[in-house]
């Protein structure tokens, strides 16, 4: 099974960039499509952006579409997102999780990392 590691949050002031990164370990990471959730303060858990498993493809949720993008690296079992522009709307903590099956539904998801809070000031 898949473990599942993020690290990069931070604080930012709006504007800015931020890159936040998910190490997987104990899975054959090729094998899955990857993808990254966000949760504010009182909101439910939403889809950001995810990748699959070649890394040919990706889907981006319409609220960061031109300002995140997601990459991965299969030889570093690492799946990274590149945050530009960012507003304080972006502020949540940030989830990395992982599946087969192609998705971009939450409940698709069975592995979770403990997440990464990601903090932009006005």
């Known amino acids: 099974q898949v473990q599942l590691v993020e690290s990069g949050g931070g604080l930012v002031q709006a504007g800015g960039s931020l890159r936040v990164s998910c190490a997987a370990s104990?899975?054959?990471?090729?094998?899955?499509?990857m993808a990254w959730f966000r949760q504010a303060p009182g909101e439910e858990r939403e889809f950001v952006a995810a990748i699959i498993s070649s890394g040919l493809s990706t889907s981006y949720a319409d609220s960061v579409k031109g300002r995140f993008s997601i990459s991965r690296d299969n030889a570093k079992n690492t799946v990274y997102l590149q945050m530009n522009s960012l507003k304080p709307e972006d502020t949540a903590v940030y989830y990395c999780?992982?599946?087969?099956?192609?998705?971009?539904?939450?409940?698709?998801?069975?592995?979770w990392g403990p997440g990464t809070q990601v903090t932009v000031s006005s």
């Open positions: 999780a992982a599946t087969f099956p192609w998705s971009t539904a939450r409940r698709d998801y069975p592995h």
């Open positions: 104990g899975g054959t990471f090729t094998m899955y499509n």
